[in-house]
Nanobody, 112 residues
Framework: VQLVESGGGLVQPGGSVRLSCAGTGFTFGMYTMGWYRQFLGNERELVAAIDKTGAKITYADFVKGRFTISRDDAKGTVFLQMNNLEPEDTAVYYC??????WGQGIQVTVSS
């Protein structure tokens, strides 16, 4: 049972990046999935979550319409499309299977 994130890296302010998280070893479609982020020295904070039906989606206030979470249960993958990125979005992003299964984290750095 694991989650593996991909798609991070260095992006310029105002740019976009798409994170992917592949889940294996469990029935992906039965779980709420989410993305969290963590700044150095801080606790992880919720970025976005999508329930198992895809009908209930939650975003943190700081997303401000810039990010979109989606899921493809046939592929066992959850996505986070991040647009109009700001330097303040620089963090390690973690995939989560509610409540306590975590990916290894992936760095997103927003810098010119």
């Amino acid at each position: 049972v694991q989650l593996v994130e991909s798609g991070g890296g260095l992006v310029q302010p105002g740019g976009s990046v798409r994170l992917s998280c592949a889940g294996t070893g469990f029935t992906f479609g039965m779980y709420t999935m989410g993305w969290y982020r963590q700044f150095l020295g801080n606790e992880r904070e919720l970025v976005a979550a999508i329930d198992k039906t895809g009908a209930k989606i939650t975003y943190a206030d700081f997303v401000k319409g810039r990010f979109t979470i989606s899921r493809d249960d046939a592929k066992g993958t959850v996505f986070l499309q991040m647009n109009n990125l700001e330097p303040e979005d620089t963090a390690v992003y973690y995939c989560n299977r509610h409540p306590r299964l975590w990916g290894q984290g992936i760095q997103v750095t927003v810098s010119s």
